[in-house]
């Protein structure tokens, strides 16, 4: 609730601070003593339009801060989460607003934006019959203010996951039909780049293997003249093994002479015999890979250009060119296993709009009854306050299935009707001002237990009213009152009896300027002050008798 409101400079207010109680408080004075202002600057600091008049003349700049303790489980908590603003037992919202127009926000003295004290203030107070479009005048809450008083918060909770499931379904199969189309674009393109690369068959490695044997081939009548001549120079009739063999045979005559000192000798005579016997072999072997079982240079480089060009072509490395055919592959079996898999996800997506359309369908119905009820409990309220020949009702309107939501597919929507025989309309372009505010009044007493602003203020409600029609509206304050708190501008002494606090607003003139000063009665004084509103200038015993009757009558 609000617990008090501190202000500066604004308008006719030089200094004022105000505390509140539960419950109803009433504000009352003479006509221009300064109420509304109290109302423009509580909307300042719940992040109202801001003007540069609302500056007190001679200021350089108004202030205004509110303080509340919402309830544990309040909507705001979260609010400030959301925006990383660390909770307090007390919350403040508070605005400056300079002479020259411009203004600034703060959460309990930390600056934020306007926006955000408008979102925050707009979940801890209504104020009904000044701001136009603010609370009940806004039809976009209609629809929620109707689920709660129906109690559809499961029903509702239903509908918006399985809107999000025909989302995401829906989304599923637009991706794969986006996919499907891009794919028969390019199918002519995918076929022959698969058969190309399916000719081509490319193996890892490849590239590097072709380069190393292009290089040997391109050098294959060099390394062929150097195997000949080392074959000759190691196996020829001169060549090394006739003359190792020949040192052997010398060193095997004089071996048995020498006493084993050749030994040495003819063991590494006999181990180069065998190296230079392999050394052969392997110029052989080199020699049989030079003619590369007819394999030229010319058809190794045609197959590496080939692989070049195609990875090219693809963008990639001629080894990643197995999984280029891969990937084609994937693409051409999305088209010729395409209508298959379209046809499950549209038989999916299909099912869960079913589904959203059933939960959606189901609330609409619990919304009629809901409706109904809350017609029923809203035209039970009308007679008394002087409404008996206007009526209410709560429309509750299919939506074209491009505006189907996570909220349903219902519009939702408060009308009255005045004057019988006449069209139901909006509550702000149907009613007048003072049968506005009681419209207000009787839907907000049938909506109170399921509304979550704890603070409700009221602008003369009671305006165009008198006698048994504004006890009425008393009557049903004071009944609202067990449920919120309320705040309520009036003229009317029925209305004022009932207020378990009473602030009287009154202009005077001080130190060479008009000031609006706010006083907190007493009970004599409150006494005096409905009596001033039962007769006017002059205060008789006659209306003090008077103001007693209502105040008792108000206790009963």
């Not at 004022?16 to 408080?25: H, I, Q, R, S």
């Not at 008049?53 to 700049?61: E, N, Q, S």
């Not at 296993?337 to 119905?365: D, I, V």
């Amino acid at each position: 609730m609000l617990t008090d409101l501190s202000i500066r400079d604004v308008v006719l207010i030089d200094r004022l601070d105000l505390d509140f109680a539960p419950g109803l408080a009433v504000l009352t004075g003479e006509t221009g003593a300064g109420k509304s202002i109290l109302l423009d600057a509580l909307g300042l600091a719940l992040g109202r339009r801001a003007e540069a008049k609302l500056v007190r003349p001679g200021a350089d700049k108004a202030t205004v801060a509110a303080g509340f303790h919402p309830p544990e489980d309040h909507p705001v908590w979260a609010l400030l989460a959301e925006h990383e603003i660390d909770p307090e037992e007390r919350l403040t919202l508070k605005r400056v607003l300079s002479a020259d127009g411009r203004s600034k926000a703060f959460v309990n003295d930390a600056p934020c934006g306007v926006g955000l004290l408008k979102q925050l203030g707009e979940t801890l107070v209504e104020i009904q019959g000044q701001f136009d479009q603010q609370g009940l005048m806004d039809a976009g809450t209609h629809r929620r203010l109707l689920d709660s008083f129906g109690r559809l918060d499961r029903e509702r909770g239903a509908v918006e996951r399985a809107y999000a499931a025909w989302r995401t379904a829906d989304g599923a199969l637009e991706a794969a039909r986006r996919d499907a189309e891009a794919a028969r674009a390019e199918e002519a393109f995918l076929r022959f780049s698969a058969e190309e690369l399916d000719r081509l068959a490319p193996k890892p490695g490849e590239e590097q293997d072709l380069a190393d044997r292009r290089q040997f081939l391109q050098s294959a009548e060099q390394i062929a003249e150097a195997v000949t001549t080392a074959l000759d120079q190691i196996g020829g009739q001169d060549g090394a093994e006739s003359r190792i063999a020949a040192a052997q045979r010398a060193l095997d005559r004089a071996a048995a002479k020498a006493g084993g000192r050749l030994d040495e000798a003819t063991a590494a005579l006999a181990r180069a015999a065998v190296e230079a016997e392999e050394a052969v072999a392997a110029l052989n072997r080199a020699g049989a890979d030079l003619d590369g079982g007819g394999e030229d240079v010319e058809a190794v480089e045609e197959r590496l250009f080939a692989l070049r060009d195609a990875a090219r072509k693809h963008g990639v490395d001629v080894d990643e060119l197995p999984a280029v055919r891969e990937r084609l592959g994937e693409r051409l079996t999305l088209i010729d296993a395409g209508e298959e898999k379209l046809a499950e996800l549209e038989a999916a997506a299909g099912a869960a709009r079913k589904a959203y359309l059933s939960a959606a369908e189901s609330l609409s119905q619990k919304r009629r009854a809901a409706a109904a009820r809350l017609d029923t409990a809203v035209n039970a309220e009308l007679p008394p306050l002087k409404l008996e020949k206007a009526r209410f009702e709560t429309a509750v309107e299919p939506l074209e299935e491009r505006d189907w939501g996570p909220r349903g597919i219902d519009r939702v929507a408060f009308r009255v009707q005045t004057n019988p025989g006449m069209p139901a309309g909006p509550l702000d372009k149907i009613a007048s001002g003072g049968e506005l505010s009681r419209f207000l009044l009787a839907v907000k007493v049938c909506l109170a237990e399921v509304g979550t602003v704890p603070t409700l203020v009221f602008d003369e409600v009671d305006s165009g009213v008198g006698g048994a029609t504004a006890a009425a509206v008393g009557e049903r304050l004071d009944r609202l009152a067990t449920r919120l708190q309320l705040l309520v501008v009036t003229h009317s002494p029925q209305v004022a009896a009932r207020g378990a606090d009473h602030w009287r607003v009154a202009k005077a003139e001080r130190n060479g300027h008009m000031s609006t000063a706010v006083e907190r009665l007493a009970d004599d004084h409150r006494r005096e002050e409905i009596a001033r509103m039962l007769s006017g200038a002059e205060i008789t015993e006659e209306a003090r008798a008077a103001a007693d009757r209502l105040r008792e009558g108000a206790k009963a």
